[in-house]
């Protein structure tokens, strides 16, 4: 059964920092690409960064390029997002996945509420 748990997550101000942790089983992250996603209140899920594992490539939404960086522990099956300079419009549950999910994904964590207070 594939599973993400996402922390990390919590009430920053505005140009603060925040880096979540998504932990996984039953899907080895080396394996395949995967990445980051948010859903911010009355809005559709979004895509954040997927990093691609067969040459490390990052593919960043205009939004958060400069500001976000995705990186992963192989050995420990963890992905993270640092996140930097951060806007209220960030402001969004955070979910990691499989990149690209598909529109039949079921597997989504609990996500990990990021809020920025103006």
């Known amino acids: 059964e594939v599973q993400f748990v996402e922390s990390g997550g919590g009430l920053v101000q505005t140009g603060g920092s925040l880096r979540l942790s998504c932990a996984a089983s039953?899907?080895?992250?080396?394996?395949?690409?995967s990445g980051w996603f948010r859903q911010a209140p009355g809005k559709e899920r979004e895509g954040v960064v997927c990093?691609?594992?067969?040459?490390?490539?990052?593919y960043y939404g205009d939004s958060v390029k400069g500001r976000f960086t995705i990186s992963a522990d192989f050995a420990k099956n963890t992905l993270y997002l640092q996140m930097n300079a951060l806007k209220p419009e960030d402001t969004a549950v955070y979910y990691c996945?499989?990149?690209?999910?598909?529109?039949?994904?079921?597997?989504w964590g609990p996500g990990t509420q990021v809020t920025v207070s103006s």
């Open positions: 039953g899907f080895t992250l080396a394996d395949y690409a």
């Open positions: 996945a499989p990149c690209p999910p598909g529109n039949d994904y079921d597997s």
């Open positions: 990093m691609s594992t067969a040459d490390g490539s990052t």
